[in-house]
């Protein structure tokens, strides 16, 4: 990347005024790998102890409140994740045993997934996180987690005890006024069908349709943790340095002790940083990979790679987890277009529940889209986007070699587990229903069946060839008339049609299981267990299984998926583990 390194990468650290003596200025307290969701709000909250020195270490460039760029400000997030100095370049994921690998996007810059994410702030069900407690993630259940929610937020809507008013991350719905006629005929016709509408998704847990909660300034623009926590007052800490464009190579140890890591600068030159404790912070795909190139993993993997034993931990890189999603879309009229072009997509949600057995309350997830890409083809097509909220299958994440610039294997198996296909096919049902109801006849013509391929991606990729495929098409979607079907199925489905996969389940299932995609909500490779569970890498407190003065304080310690977008909930964890890191009694309880 050619940005120059954040002005705090140049400031040296130094014990502050007051520090113990047995501080050194060579030592950091809290060496925090990784600068994404999680990472800035614990340099945040660990750096006001004012005794204590805090180092964040960022692969991607800085990103600030006065030169973020324009497609990551925006309110309407459908450009930043294409942008590949956003993101790693080179990593592939394989969906499910059927399907290629493909490109997975995951952010490369300061403040992460949520500086270049679709903004929207929900926490999940009660019960996620009373299943973390069951699981052996002892004392995070709802009760203990709701006030670390409440402290995170400012919610510009709703108060009571269920929500904060005075957190960093600011979140409200978008007015009435400006939901696209398309969201609005969903709506309707969702209620129509029993599906109610409700005020506030991160209120009750119930079923029922609503406008989405969102992370936004006041200004109406994106607010990154990198911005809302990491404000430019916590910038200006003497306690606190940020290194951005600074690749982890491995975590040094003393025998079994973490005592910093291995990095590489944006010079190439290789540096050593001494730390008291460590924080792993690298995403649910980093993170894993980093402790095992640091020798925690399974021994057998490790040792055929080369990598010294620290720690035999099998389940680094298992319990890999996402929400398979599949959509349904519809070619839009003029009249039933977004109002507003810069206005956030994700308008609503419906939440229902699937019935299939052994599944919980709400695990379905639609988001109902105004538009279904930034671009001119995006903005004529309107989508239920679908996810399976509590999925069950599991994947790993493993390394291809021991060098930090190779990325490893992704395998999510999705649909492994025959309740997740069952119920993402039930979606793909539940989406033709709604949208072929009588009451969208005047906002909506063809329906298709649609996924985030690979195909779609790199037609949505900026540059003036796609410009002209796009611009071409959109023209033809425009004034097609009756041959718009024709076009539909000859252009964008190339030939599969809803009549024919609702018709037939057997090619239903083949669509499904060929299209289906993630929602870039990995999870669960480090997860919090106990000792004694096999898949277990953390403790409750963050603490990993084997070693001393290491933790993970990121998505990767989730024991189950949360029925959410991930984001908020693990802005949650790190606001936890912040305080059980400084000793707060709180939340080092397990109630």
């Known amino acids: 990347m050619n940005a120059k390194p954040a002005r705090e990468s140049q400031r040296f650290l130094r014990v502050p005024r007051g520090a113990s003596s047995t501080h050194s200025s060579n030592v950091i307290d809290y060496l925090i790998l990784g600068g994404g969701s999680a990472g800035c ?15 964040l270490v ?27 100095a956003n993101i790693w370049q080179h990593l592939k994921a394989r969906m499910n045993t059927s399907a290629a690998t493909r490109r997975y996007e995951q952010a490369r810059l300061l403040g992460g997934g949520s500086a270049i994410n679709a903004l929207m702030a929900n926490r999940g069900a009660p019960a996620d996180y009373d299943e973390w407690h069951a699981r052996g993630a002892h004392g995070w259940n709802w009760a203990a987690c709701l006030p670390y929610f409440r402290k995170l937020e400012t919610d510009c809507d709703f ?31 969702l209620d129509a069908r029993g599906h109610t509408r409700r005020d506030d998704q991160n209120g009750e847990w119930q079923d029922g349709t609503f406008i989405g909660s969102i992370a936004v300034s006041e200004a109406g623009e994106r ?9 430019d007052t916590v910038r200006a800490r003497p306690n606190l340095t940020i290194r951005t464009q600074t690749l982890v190579e491995h975590v040094l140890f003393d025998g079994g002790r973490a005592i910093g890591a291995r990095v590489v600068g944006e010079n190439g030159a290789s540096e050593t940083l001494h730390a008291r404790q460590v924080i792993v912070c690298a995403g649910a795909i980093h993170s894993p990979a980093l402790l095992m190139r640091s020798g925690i993993g399974p021994a057998s993997e490790l040792a055929a790679l080369g990598i010294e034993v620290v720690a035999d931990r099998g389940g680094v890189g298992g319990n890999l987890m996402e929400h398979p999603s599949i959509a349904v879309s519809a070619v839009l009229p003029r009249a039933a277009r977004a109002l507003y072009p810069d206005e956030h997509h994700e308008q609503a949600i419906v939440r229902f529940s699937s019935g299939v057995s052994g599944a919980v309350p709400g695990d379905m997830h639609g988001a109902i889209l105004s538009r279904s890409g930034w671009h001119s083809v995006g903005y004529r097509l309107g989508t239920l986007f679908f996810w399976v909220n509590k999925s069950y299958s599991r994947g790993r994440v493993s390394l291809t070699s021991a060098s930090p610039h190779d990325e ?4 999510f198996n999705m649909l492994s587990d025959a309740r997740d296909l069952e119920r993402l096919k039930l979606a793909l049902r539940f989406g033709a229903r709604t949208l072929a109801d009588p009451m969208m006849a005047q906002h909506r013509t063809t329906l298709l069946p649609s996924s985030y391929s690979p195909r779609v991606a790199s037609v949505a990729v900026p540059g003036v060839w796609n410009a002209l495929q796009r611009g071409l098409l959109s023209a033809l979607l425009d004034i097609a008339g009756p041959l718009r079907g024709w076009l539909v199925r000859r252009v964008v489905t190339q030939g599969v049609t809803l009549d024919e996969l609702l018709a037939d389940d057997h090619a239903l299932t083949r669509f499904v299981t060929r299209s289906a995609g993630g929602t870039w909500h990995p999870c669960g490779t480090c997860c919090m267990g106990a000792a004694d569970d096999p898949l277990a890498v953390c403790d409750a407190r963050g603490a990993v299984y084997g070693v001393s003065g290491l933790y993970v304080g990121d998505a990767s310690l989730m024991p189950s998926i949360p029925c ?10 790190a606001e ?16």
């Open 223 to 231: 607010i990154p943790t990198s911005v809302c926590y990491l404000d």
């Open 41 to 55: 709000v614990l340099a945040a909250r660990l750096s006001e102890d004012e005794g204590s020195t805090v180092c």
């Open 159 to 189: 108060g009571g005890a269920l929500h904060g008013a005075s957190g960093p991350v600011r979140i409200q719905r978008t007015p009435w006024a400006r939901i696209s006629p398309f969201v609005r005929a969903v709506l309707a016709t």
């Open 408 to 411: 490893p294997a992704v395998d």
């Open 58 to 84: 960022e692969a991607g460039r800085n990103i600030s409140r006065t030169d973020m760029p324009a497609a990551v400000r925006s309110r309407y997030p459908g450009r930043a994740y294409l942008d590949t």
């Open 564 to 573: 959410a977008n991930t984001n908020v909930p693990t802005i949650m964890i």
């Open 576 to 591: 936890r583990i912040a305080d059980m890191l400084r000793g707060r009694a709180d939340a080092a309880a397990a109630p």
